[in-house]
């Protein structure tokens, strides 16, 4: 079955570095693949997609990169701020219109 | 509406009972998707609804759960004898077909179920 893993639970950053997680998967590779933001007692939100020909994908101070070879995906957040703190979830296409989603990775982002 | 809602927003019930827990997705959205998310874990899928077509219920974790949709509106949750294992947070989520294959979920804030 498919499995998606987040490089850590928890990740603790400065403000204004870059901060970086992964996503690896594993068996068939999706056509695209999506990142949320989750906030605590809230549903996740949607940031960005990227499709499975596509390298890279940007927006505003995000990015995201997709290398079908190593089956991993790479969520990049620079000029990083307080604000950014939240749990950031990558989430494959499975099935008809189904997300597989990962178990997310929170972010802390320290002034 | 502005976005998904969902109600009621925290349900406590005692081990045995039955519950509800109720969507209202975005109007026009023809998807509609019922997710658990358990205290620190990722989301769970357990069943998803587009359109008229028979919903796709392979997520669904016993035949304790089942759900249902009104057309392409309401969608109800129900989950029975519930078991303390059922605790987590069922969020709901649906999308618009409109944007292909890409189709972006918008969530709901989810309801949080304890069962005691």
């Known amino acids: 079955s498919q499995k998606i893993e987040q490089n850590s639970e928890a990740l603790n950053i400065q403000e204004g570095k870059t901060a970086t997680l992964t996503c690896n998967y594993t068996n068939y590779s999706p056509a695209y693949l999506q990142w949320y933001r989750q906030d605590p007692g809230r549903g996740p939100v949607f940031l960005l997609l990227?499709?499975?020909?596509?390298k890279e994908k940007r927006k505003e101070r995000l990015k995201v990169t997709f290398d079908t070879t190593l089956k991993q995906s790479l969520f990049h957040i620079t000029a990083s701020q307080p604000a950014d703190s939240a749990t950031y979830l990558c989430a494959l296409v499975r099935g008809a219109n189904n997300l597989f989603f990962g178990t997310g990775t929170r972010l802390t982002v320290i002034p | 509406g502005a976005g998904v809602s969902q109600s009621p927003s925290n349900k406590v019930t005692e081990k045995g009972k039955d519950v509800e827990l109720r969507c209202d997705p975005i109007?026009?959205?023809?998807?509609l998707y019922w997710y658990r998310q358990r205290l620190g874990q990722g989301l769970e899928f357990l069943i998803y609804f587009q359109g008229n077509s028979a919903p796709d219920k392979s997520g669904l974790p016993s035949d304790r759960f089942s759900a249902e949709r009104t057309g392409e509106s309401v969608s109800t949750l129900t989950i029975q004898r519930t078991q303390q294992e059922d605790s987590a947070v069922y969020l709901c989520?649906?999308?618009?077909?409109?944007?292909?294959?890409?189709?972006?979920?918008?969530f709901g804030p989810g309801t949080r179920l304890t069962v005691l």
């Open positions: 989520a649906s999308s618009s077909r409109r944007q292909g294959r890409t189709d972006t979920q918008y």
């Open positions: 990227i499709r499975e020909n596509e």
């Open positions: 109007s026009g959205h023809t998807a």
